[in-house]
């Protein structure tokens, strides 16, 4: 394996792991506005909806851990590779700065809710936006 396909996986890791983490939110909102809604008549819907929500806020906080160490990982190599990019840096600053206030609400603050918690959504939104201006000028 060649060190540019290995720092392709990394970003690939990273990539798919902050999707699962990020599916958190909108699992969350859907269930709210659509899922809460639906009648008794659909419970087999709104029970099979569940577990797979279930499913995915348990693993959010391991899959921002997985996605952080990958980019961190990605980014160790391709610096020492001198295969670098601004959007890169960019992109892993962000993501950083996402688990940082993930750590800090989850395990410090510990209260799911506040400000901190805006500012999470928000970057981590920010991110996709990162990411992509990231994989359209690499």
Do not use: E, P
Request: glycine residues 6%; contains cysteine.
């Amino acid at each position: 394996m060649q060190i540019r396909d290995l720092i392709d996986l990394l970003g690939w890791v990273t990539a798919i792991s902050f999707g699962i983490a990020i599916l958190n939110y909108f699992v969350k909102y859907i269930n709210k506005k659509y899922i809460n809604k639906l009648g008794k008549d659909k419970k087999q819907i709104v029970d099979f909806y569940r577990k797979i929500m279930k499913l995915i806020v348990k693993n959010h906080k391991l899959a921002g851990a997985i996605a952080v160490f990958s980019v961190l990982t990605h980014f160790f190599i391709a610096f020492s590779n001198n295969i670098i990019s601004i959007t890169g840096i960019i992109a892993a600053c962000l993501m950083a700065v996402i688990f940082l206030l993930g750590f800090y609400g989850a395990f410090i603050n510990k209260n799911y809710k506040g400000m901190w918690l805006k500012v999470h959504r928000v970057i981590a939104f920010a991110l996709i936006i990162a990411v992509f201006i990231h994989l359209l000028l690499k």
